[in-house]
């Protein structure tokens, strides 16, 4: 069974700083694309950020891009988010989601962390 | 990177159908056959119901399609049942740096 297990958020302030991980299991996490999608409380969907099997490839949405660093452990079957200088409008469910390359969509999702910018 | 527009809301009753719209552009969804459509219940994590623009995944009822025409996508639940109510959104890829970009969603409500 396919699943994603996200952790690392909380409260931060305006302009600091949070490491969000992702710990992956039931699939070959290392031949398969990764993405962060994040959604603010009553909001629709956003996609954040993604990175391919090898890490080698990182993509990102222009809101974060500069700010924010998708990053993999294959050995660790693990996703990470570094997410720096943060802002308000970061505040939101952060979702790790499989991404299936063959279809460009997002095939599983875990249940998400919250990350709350505030003073 | 703009998103896709969906209907805020849409209903039906139990045993009818209904359709939800998801409109883009030439460079997303017009230029990709790679729409996608995912069920969210409220406090829980989305599921995906529909991936290239038709194809359902394992265990997703044959009641869910898809389809699209120029720069509009649409889901189709037939047969609503109780279950089905739902936020439903819509993405589509947008080219090599975009992996997604997602429609504002849906609210399906059975009456």
């Known amino acids: 069974e396919v699943q994603v297990l996200e952790s690392g958020g909380g409260l931060v302030q305006p302009g600091g700083s949070l490491r969000l991980s992702c710990a992956a299991s039931?699939?070959?996490?290392?031949?398969?694309?990764m993405t962060w999608v994040r959604q603010a409380p009553g909001k629709g969907l956003e996609w954040v950020s993604g990175?391919?099997?090898?890490?080698?490839?990182?993509y990102y949405a222009d809101s974060v891009k500069g700010r924010f660093t998708i990053s993999r452990d294959n050995s660790k079957n693990t996703l990470y988010l570094q997410m720096n200088s943060l802002r308000a409008e970061d505040t939101a469910i952060y979702y790790c989601?499989?991404?299936?390359?063959?279809?460009?969509?997002?095939?599983?999702w875990g249940q998400g962390t919250l990350v709350t910018v505030s003073s | 990177q703009s998103a896709l527009t969906q209907p805020p809301s849409a209903s039906g009753s139990p045993g009818q159908s209904v359709t939800i719209s998801c409109t883009g552009t030439?460079?997303?969804?017009?230029?990709?056959?790679?729409v996608s459509w995912y069920q969210q219940h409220p406090g829980k994590a989305p599921k995906l119901m529909i991936y290239?623009?038709?194809k359902r995944p394992s265990g997703v009822p044959d009641r869910f399609s898809g389809s699209k025409s120029g720069n509009t996508a649409s889901l189709t639940v037939s047969e609503l049942q109780a279950e089905d109510e739902a936020d439903y959104y819509c993405?589509?890829?947008?080219?090599?740096?975009?992996?997604?970009?997602f429609g504002g969603g849906t609210k399906l409500t059975v009456l």
């Open positions: 993405s589509s890829y947008a080219g090599s740096n975009t992996l997604g970009v």
């Open positions: 290239e623009v038709t």
């Open positions: 990175v391919s099997s090898s890490g080698g490839g990182t």
């Open positions: 039931g699939f070959t996490f290392s031949s398969c694309a």
């Open positions: 989601a499989k991404f299936l390359w063959s279809g460009r969509t997002f095939d599983y």
């Open positions: 030439s460079s997303d969804v017009g230029g990709y056959n790679y």
